[in-house]
Nanobody, 125 residues
């Protein structure tokens, strides 16, 4: 059964940091690019960051560039998102997914894993 499980969210003050994790199972994790996405109430899900199969981060959304860092540990089948200098507008449910491509249109790349339950990040202003 292919699935992902996100964790690490919580309540943090503006300027604080969090590290999200995503554990994937049921697929050969090391073969696929991975992405972090987020969805705030009333908004569509948006891509946050994308990393290639070999651990090279390829894309960050403009709103998080310079503050967030995506990484992966293929041996542990785990994806990470280090979030620093958090802002109120980062408040969202964060999701991860294996995707077909981490190219220029990665945010609309077909997903290879079903959406997990996500992990809530709340940044108090």
């Amino acid at each position: 059964q292919v699935q992902v499980v996100e964790s690490g969210g919580g309540l943090v003050q503006t300027g604080g940091s969090l590290r999200l994790s995503c554990i994937a199972s049921g697929l050969t994790f090391a073969n696929y690019p991975m992405g972090w996405f987020r969805q705030a109430p009333g908004n569509e899900r948006e891509g946050v960051a994308c990393i290639n199969w070999n651990g090279v981060p390829l894309y960050y959304s403009a709103s998080v560039k310079g503050r967030f860092s995506i990484s992966r540990d293929n041996a542990r089948k785990t994806l990470y998102l280090q979030m620093n200098n958090l802002k109120h507008e980062d408040t969202s449910v964060y999701y991860c997914a294996a995707i077909v491509s981490c190219g220029a249109s990665w945010q609309s790349s077909p997903k290879l894993t079903p959406w997990g339950q996500g992990t809530q990040v709340t940044v108090s202003s």
